[in-house]
Structures are given as structure tokens and as C-alpha cells.
């Protein structure tokens, strides 16, 4: 492969599935030590896909946090209700 030319598909595909393999911590510390990915371009992939994974990540935290915060507003309201409607129950028996 010549210098900075792009790879292929394929050789791309290849590297994206070793660092599926490897894993992200794997792939953070090889980055971070510098060995384990040349040519150049197939470090700049890893840490393109290290990125890509981080957001994944951070969308599925952002996610989980906006189902917890309206999960609980919502048992918060059905709460209030049972609460509102025991208060008009026993008001009605008086």
C-alpha cells in the first residue's frame, strides 16, 4: 500500500472487525502506547472507530437517562392521582 493512500473496503472492513475484536479498551491502550496499528491510516481508523463507539455510547446513556427521567415523572403523577383520588373517596364517605 502506498503512503496516505486510502484502503479499501475490504482492508478497512478487515480493520474495523479486529477492533471489534479487540474491543474498545484494547484498542484505547494501543492507540495510547502507539503500537499495534500501521500503517498510519489504520490508526487513524481506530481511533475514528474508537470515537464512533464512544458516541454510540454516550447516545444509548442519554437515552437510558431521558426513559429513567420520564419513568419517573410519570410514577410521581400516578402517585399524586391514587393520592388525590383516596383524599375525594374518603371526603365523599364523610
Known sequence: MRPHAQ???T?????RAEFE??????VRVAIYRGQGFSPDRKR?????????????TE????????YL??????????????????ALILIARL
Not at 482492508?11 to 480493520?15: I, L, M, P, Y
Open 11 to 15: 482492508e478497512e472492513g478487515k480493520w
Open 69 to 86: 427521567k420520564w419513568t419517573f415523572v410519570a410514577a410521581v403523577l400516578a402517585a399524586m392521582v391514587a393520592l388525590i383520588t383516596l
Open 44 to 56: 487513524e481508523l481506530a481511533i475514528l472507530w474508537l470515537r464512533e463507539k464512544e458516541a454510540a
Open 7 to 9: 484502503p479499501s473496503d
Open 59 to 66: 447516545e444509548r446513556e442519554r437515552a437510558a437517562r431521558w
Open 21 to 26: 475484536k479487540l474491543g474498545r479498551e484494547t
